[in-house]
């Protein structure tokens, strides 16, 4: 099983809304990341978790808050987010191992719509 | 400076004819990873092929094939036999494997449009 799962497919929310972008991977992959891609650009790294523990954070503004609640999960939690916060937001996993160069596994991502 | 380059944003390709996208890299880390990923309108990116930088040969993945040329700091994907569900986006990125501050960052390029015409 090489899936990756995200919910929703699809969000809207107003500026003022609180809501979370949820992954999952069954694959017993170490490492997870979310991206932010905006149309006809390549991804962008947002955040990093190694064995459940935040190891990047490419400067993301504090209205987007990661949290790794286990192995399998992956939560994107969103408060107070801006119009041009409005992207594709892409979940992937990958084995973890120092220095090996694992391919990350991508989830179909959320389309996020801020209004 | 960038660190992967991809210098076509768009190509048309007839089906059955092989295309190749290019990429160009830049990195001082001896030990490095390189990807392709295709991604359809659909959103979700779909791993291709890897090629590492220590692999003595090509790789290739069923239709699809890499020409790595390290001197050269390319890597090149070759797409034999188009077929008219390769029409996607499709994107080359590195990874860093020595340099311990790149973590597992994976940095990618800007894309090539792929439009395969029947």
């Known amino acids: 099983d090489t899936e990756v799962t995200q919910t929703p497919k699809h969000l809207v929310m107003g500026m003022t809304n609180k809501k979370s972008l949820k992954c999952e991977q069954h694959?017993?992959?170490?490492?997870m990341y979310w991206y932010k891609q905006k149309a006809k650009k390549p991804p962008e790294l947002m955040f990093v978790?190694?064995?459940?523990?935040?190891?990047i954070n490419e400067s993301v503004p504090s209205r987007f808050s990661p949290e790794c609640p286990n192995s399998s999960l992956l939560n994107l939690h969103l408060h107070a987010l801006q119009p041009e916060d409005s992207a594709l937001y892409l979940c992937?996993?990958?084995?973890?191992?120092?220095?090996?160069?694992?391919?990350?596994?991508f989830g179909p991502g959320t389309r996020l719509t801020v209004t | 400076a960038q660190k992967i380059t991809q210098t076509q944003p768009g190509m048309f390709v007839q089906e059955k004819e092989a295309v190749t996208l290019d990429c160009t890299y830049d990195?001082?880390?001896?030990?490095?990873?390189l990807f392709w990923y295709k991604q359809p309108s659909s959103g979700e990116m779909i791993f291709l092929i890897y090629?590492?930088?220590?692999?003595?040969q090509n790789a290739t993945e069923g239709r699809y094939s890499l020409n790595f040329q390290k001197a050269r700091k390319s890597a090149n994907l070759v797409i034999s036999a188009s077929q008219l569900g390769d029409s996607a986006m499709y994107f080359c990125?590195?990874?860093?494997?020595?340099?311990?501050?790149?973590?597992?960052?994976?940095?990618f390029g800007g894309g090539t449009r792929v439009l395969v015409k029947p």
């Open positions: 694959m017993g992959h170490r490492a």
């Open positions: 090629q590492g930088s220590y692999d003595q």
């Open positions: 992937a996993s990958s084995q973890e191992e120092t220095g090996a160069p694992y391919e990350q596994y």
């Open positions: 978790y190694s064995y459940e523990k935040l190891s």
């Open positions: 990125a590195m990874r860093e494997l020595m340099i311990k501050a790149a973590g597992n960052k994976l940095t």
């Open positions: 990195t001082s880390d001896p030990s490095y990873g």
